[in-house]
């Protein structure tokens, strides 16, 4: 759970109209599919644009924030499927260059919206998945305070071969005890 030294660089923050064409790339990298789509697809421009004009206002059940080191936008956390009713909701995250990754970017990001789902938005349970070919992820998850709640097999299909979904959990009552 402690983010290691250098993730106090980081900041957070809405993303901006201007992070169009790097988030287009994000989302339409064939590595970055790889890792965490559930479809691989090619994303049109316009789609991007859409997505992100919500993205950076928020909508009723989606809260997303950029990750910037110093000037730099490096990639962004989000909680989507906000639940109000069953007070649950997941979080998924993107560090778009892979020469930002293994520094603790990510698992300090995840922890930063782990406790804004917990503490402003009053959820009781966060759920988040990683594919079988992303122990890095699990390892983030894990660091953050998730624990692996099932194995759903061979549950997508992407460079001719299927791959498992770990699916992770986190109620409010466990991650208090983690404080
Ligand atoms: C997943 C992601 C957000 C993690 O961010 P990050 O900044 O690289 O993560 P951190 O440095 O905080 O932690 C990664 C941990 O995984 C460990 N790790 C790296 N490779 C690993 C491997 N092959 N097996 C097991 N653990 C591994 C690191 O050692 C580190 O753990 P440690 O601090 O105990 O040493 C980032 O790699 C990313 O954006 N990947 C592409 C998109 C993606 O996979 N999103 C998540 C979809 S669920």
Known sequence: MTPKSNSESITFAPLQPEHLELVHAWENDPVL???SSEEIKEHSLEEVRE???KWIVGTNDTWVRGIYLGD???GYVQIAAIDRVNQRCRIGIL???SMHWGRGYGTAAFAFA???AFETLGMNRIGAE???NNPRSM???EKVGFRREGILRDNVFR???FLDEIVFGLLREEWELLL
């Open 33 to 35: 599919q790889d890792l």
């Open 51 to 53: 997505a992100l004009d």
């Open 72 to 74: 730099e936008l490096i």
């Open 95 to 97: 560090i778009g260059n």
């Open 114 to 116: 782990v406790q804004y």
């Open 130 to 132: 990683a594919y079988g």
């Open 139 to 141: 390892r983030m998850l």
């Open 159 to 161: 460079g001719g071969r």
